[in-house]
T-cell receptor
Framework: SAVISQKPSRDICQRGTSLTIQCQVD?????MFWYRQQPGQSLTLIAT?????????ESGFVIDKFPISRPNLTFSTLTVSNMSPEDSSIYLC???????????FGSGTQLSVL | QKEVEQDPGPLSVPEGAIVSLNCTYS??????FMWYRQYSRKGPELLMY????GNKEDGRFTAQVDKSSKYISLFIRDSQPSDSATYLC???????????FGKGTRLSVIA
């Protein structure tokens, strides 16, 4: 299975600031995904990040709020912009392992916005 | 009605018990069914993967899919304290469509 490194693992941020979360994979993957996991809620897909094209956002998520970069096949970033307390959540990077075609997750970023 | 329903628990059982975790779903197009285990402050870890209906066994874990009832289950035999975690069901219609997750069931196995 793919090994996914995500950082930071946790952060406490002030309202109105932005945080960039990094996701590094140990092998080349076509599709990388960003999820949000709010307390007591299902994992919710934010967007799909494909190398060489703009990310595809799910309903309720917009690029201005969650800009995503995918500069190569092993790396992606998600920025949470102009944060508010409602953005406090766990953010997870995941990849489709090309060999098993199964979805694997990083360890997540626990974000708290004051 | 949500696409995937999962009782959040918490569920507390004694060590050695058989645990049954369940999800129901409404989308008859779902073909791929997964169970993830998530320890505190960790990302979800793929536990079981099943295509279409039937059973799949892996050690102490058995996944069952009943498409006619739109119901999936995960059984854990001889449960251990190390099984204490949140278990999330997930499903999709095809390999190219996003997974839809349940809210997760928090399980505690008491020694």
């Amino acid at each position: 299975s793919a090994v996914i490194s995500q950082k930071p693992s946790r952060d406490i941020c002030q309202r109105g600031t932005s945080l960039t979360i990094q996701c590094q994979v140990d092998s080349q993957v076509t599709m990388m995904f960003w999820y949000r996991q709010q307390p007591g809620q299902s994992l919710t897909l934010i967007a799909t990040a494909n190398q060489g094209s703009e990310a595809t956002y799910e309903s309720g998520f917009v690029i201005d709020k969650f800009p995503i970069s995918r500069p190569n096949l092993t790396f992606s970033t998600l920025t949470v912009s102009n944060m508010s307390p409602e953005d406090s959540s766990i953010y997870l990077c995941s990849v489709d392992d090309p060999l098993s075609e199964k979805l694997f997750f990083g360890s997540g970023t626990q974000l708290s916005v004051l | 009605q949500k696409e995937v329903e999962q009782d959040p628990g918490p569920l507390s059982v004694p060590e050695g018990a058989i645990v049954s975790l369940n999800c129901t779903y409404s989308n008859s197009a779902f073909q791929y069914f997964m169970w993830y285990r998530q320890y505190s402050r960790k990302g979800p870890e793929l536990l079981m993967y099943t295509y279409s209906s039937g059973n799949k066994e892996d050690g102490r874990f058995t996944a069952q899919v009943d498409k006619s009832s739109k119901y999936i289950s995960l059984f854990i035999r001889d449960s251990q304290p190390s099984d204490s975690a949140t278990y999330l069901c997930a499903m999709s219609a095809s390999g190219n469509t996003p997974l839809v997750f349940g809210k997760g069931t928090r399980l505690s196995v008491i020694a």
